[in-house]
């Protein structure tokens, strides 16, 4: 039998760690054995993440070896200096207009003092430890994913201290192109600091990864080997029966920060709820994971306030429930044009649900044109026509008044798991 090749994986997210970041690398080395490859796992002794998901270390594989380095964070002075300043470990800001000045204060830093992020303090000791770790040990390939993207660093050091390592740098999200880079109230020297890492990293990884096609050509515009790996599905469906739902519910699963809040959907929701006792007393908004208190704060002054169900923070598999039992599921992303290329890790787990999607983002967005092709659901801009929107709600009620079976959707295999595993090894397969 023919021996496995061998690839590092270094992430800084892994299982306890909640949310769709984790789920890609941990689906990936599900499958890669399979395809030909054995993957050994470099993470974190002592992170700080924002999210706990228990139930995802059931999903790791028993065989899996996992190789630990401690990290110094500065997240537990950053949280004495501003309660706030926990949601940074979620990507969340406070975007207000009546900021604090400790608010504006914990920004700057943030984005000045800890570049690229303030993972940073875990790049050198990495270097060192894996330096003499594959001087003992031949890999194959070697991956970095983030964000955070100081991960990246790690890859871009070893890269210089092995040229002929083969090296991917997987993006799960764009660096100076997301939009809460605008948000940092970088220096201009930062800023530029900023982008000539992320060029580094561009010109010297043997291939850049990007999870949507708009980030992948902007990768390439700005020197990458880039090609586009999306994320997936896997067949967490197969075990949840669906049932017709007692109320017409429309749900988010997942954090919804200010930056994507959909405040269209609010307005006119509320403007149906006033017009259609009907829709009043048959509709259910639910929210599964973490709202920022903001909007919280926003929709309780609404009509939308007895008809809304937060359930908080559920584990990937009571999401995946929630998310079957409900009508329409609600996606969001920044509504700058700089984001069209954000395709949301849940976007294809709600694909699998065969539920209809209901997308808000910037115009000619990559989620648009995928709801397009398989005709899942529809995308509005966040300045979009409220008629529109509102037709488009009440289209919905009704197939939930009269139609108890689900409608089929376009072909999603391409998204699977297994076939996108298939893409990645074909993808390194070609540099090895």
């Known amino acids: 039998m023919e021996s496995l090749k ?21 689906k990936f080395v599900k499958y890669l054995p399979e395809n030909g490859w054995q993957p050994t796992l470099f993470i974190p002794e002592n992170p700080s993440y924002p999210l706990i998901d228990e139930s995802l270390i059931q999903e790791i594989p028993t065989n899996l070896e996992i190789i630990k380095n401690p990290i110094w964070e500065p997240y537990q002075w950053a949280e004495k200096l501003n309660k706030n300043n926990k949601k940074f470990k979620a990507g969340q800001f406070d975007i207000a207009k009546n900021q604090s000045f400790i608010s504006k204060l914990s920004i700057w830093i ?15 000791p990495s270097i060192r430890v894996l330096e003499k770790y594959l001087k003992e040990n031949k890999f194959d390939a070697v991956v970095t994913t983030g964000p955070p993207h100081s991960v990246h660093l790690i890859g871009l050091g070893l890269k210089r201290k092995f040229p002929s390592i083969n090296w991917i740098a997987d993006f799960r999200d764009p660096w100076t192109e997301i939009s809460y880079y605008k948000h940092l109230k970088l220096t201009k020297k ?20 990007a999870t949507s096609y708009t980030d992948a050509e902007n990768f390439k515009q700005n020197g990458a080997n880039a090609i586009c790996i999306t994320n997936g599905f ?10 017709k739902t ?9 954090v919804l920060e200010q930056l994507r809040n ?51 923070y559920k584990n990937h598999k009571e999401s995946l429930y929630e998310m079957q039992n409900s009508d329409v599921l609600l996606i969001t992303n920044f509504p700058a044009k700089e984001s069209k290329g954000i395709i949301p890790g849940k976007l294809f787990e709600y694909l699998a649900t065969g539920n209809t999607i209901l ?67 074909e993808v390194i397969e070609v540099r090895s």
Do not use: M
């Open 6 to 26: 061998k690839i590092l994986i270094i992430s800084y997210y892994w299982p306890p760690a909640g949310g769709p970041g984790v789920q890609r690398w941990l």
């Open 110 to 124: 943030r984005g000045n003092f800890f570049i690229p992020d303030a993972r940073i303090f875990w790049v050198k």
């Open 190 to 209: 930062s800023d530029q600091k900023h982008r000539a890492l992320e060029k580094n990293i561009f010109e010297n990884a043997d291939i850049t990864i």
């Open 234 to 243: 896997d067949n967490e469906f197969e075990s949840i029966v669906h049932k």
């Open 246 to 254: 007692n109320k017409f519910t429309i749900s988010y699963i997942g």
């Open 262 to 312: 959909p405040t269209i959907l609010w307005e006119t929701l509320h403007e149906v709820l006033k017009e259609n006792n009907d829709f009043k007393n048959n509709f259910e908004l639910k929210f599964v994971g973490r709202i920022d208190d903001k909007i919280v704060d926003e929709l309780k002054h609404t009509l939308l306030s007895n008809n809304i169900n937060f359930l908080g």
């Open 359 to 425: 997308s808000f983002g910037p115009p000619n967005a990559d989620v648009s044109n995928i709801l397009t092709k398989t005709q899942a659901g529809q995308h509005f801009t966040y300045k979009a026509d409220k008629q529109n929107l509102k037709n488009f709600i009440l289209s919905q009620f009704e197939i939930w008044k009269y139609q108890t079976i689900k409608k089929e959707i376009g072909c999603i295999d391409k998204f699977s798991r297994k076939n996108l595993t298939k893409k990645l090894v």
